[in-house]
């Protein structure tokens, strides 16, 4: 436990205040059980600590932060340090990478029943299953999905500026003024190209020159070890995955022919869909649908991409193609808030209302004419004009 401890604190002495992600305000933290899923390398950690610094930096005492792939875990168990902490008039414990820990559905079920006074906080894979047939926390967990930065996000990383979050709504119908108000305080296309290929992770904070290296290895972590240990799939179909996320990869965006696509993969069909459902669970490709989905349901996608755009640039460089970039860029900020469907008039259905199309700075609203509520999210330009949308400020949603 005294180890534990002391890597804790040594921790807290290297946590900086300095910026923090928006999840930080959307969490409720006075729930007694919060969960916190993403895929590696967007913040999950650093998110934690510095809530801890934040909120007891002057009595660090209260709370406890544990990693649960520490060795420490091979010869002692959560519960006994969980009970220790308690002893000693510990109120809040958070618990990271869970899904490192055998069994920690059922022992964090237990420390919720038996532990009355504890708040307990946990990080996991963007996997990681909350509904458990034998421990159900999905009665009892407030579970948030966190993604990588925003544009917003990374403007206030390299600029040290404050900027707004806006809601959809305000984008749409002040797009004019809110766009000129903020070009005046930065030059968005000095920024917006740099944050679609190597700025969504935050560790491109260390150094941009092994930035790819560092996500190719976040991802095939999440293949090769979190897929088979949370999905429960054979190694051994690991290469056809990543022979089905680089064909995605290449595509404009993919609209994919399940047979032709199964039979080149070597996979079946249900397979397939179920390939493109654990890549979707992994936020490592969206799906993207004409209706919204049943629970459960394996359905053929009617378009499929990947899930942010530097993901594209580490896997085709110079040859990625920009208007895949573009509905990649729009697909991503949009779905961390509304509900984004296939539409057969334009490219995006959002919130039940809105019809977007994508595309560059000349874009005519030909293709959408007469539909209701219906925008052009225009690459190139600064300002926006009425129903013409600037691509960058769809990034300040969060």
Partial sequence: ??????????????????????????????????????????GKTTLFLQHIKKTFGKDLSKALYVSLDNLYFSDHSLLAVAQEFALRGGTHLFLDEVHKYPEWS????????????????????????ILDARADLSRRALVYDMQGLSFREYLSLVTGQDFPVLS????????????????????????????????????????????????????????????????KIDVAYIPKIKKLLAVIGRSAPFIPNVSELAALVGVARQTLLGYFQYLDDSMLVKQLFRQARGLGSLEKPDKLYLENTNIMYMLNGSRTDIGNVRETFVYNQLKKSS?????????????????????????????IRGVEDSYIIADGIEFGTGRKIPIWLLGFMY
Avoid: C
């Avoid at 969490?27 to 059980?33: E, G, Q, Y």
């Avoid at 930035?211 to 070890?225: A, C, K």
């Fill in 106 to 129: 059922q022992t964090i079920k237990n420390l919720y029943d038996d532990y009355p006074e504890l708040h307990i906080a946990f990080t996991g894979s963007s996997l990681l299953e």
């Fill in 339 to 367: 509900e984004v469907l296939y539409s057969k008039e334009s490219d995006f259905f959002v919130a039940g209302k809105y019809t977007f199309e994508v595309g560059g700075r000349n874009k005519k609203t030909g293709q």
């Fill in 1 to 42: 436990m005294e180890e534990l401890i002391e890597l804790y604190r040594k921790k807290m002495a290297a946590t900086g205040l300095g910026f923090m992600r928006s999840l930080e305000d959307e969490v409720n933290w006075d729930a007694r059980l919060v969960g916190i899923r993403g895929p590696r390398g967007v």
């Fill in 168 to 231: 959809l709504e305000q984008i749409i119908k002040e797009n004019d003024r809110i766009s000129a108000e903020l070009a005046a305080r930065i030059k968005p296309f000095m920024h917006f190209g740099t944050y679609l290929a190597t700025g969504y992770y935050p560790f491109f904070t260390e150094g941009v020159d092994d930035y790819y290296t560092r996500l190719n290895e976040s991802i095939n972590m999440v293949l090769e070890m979190e897929l088979p240990a949370l999905r």
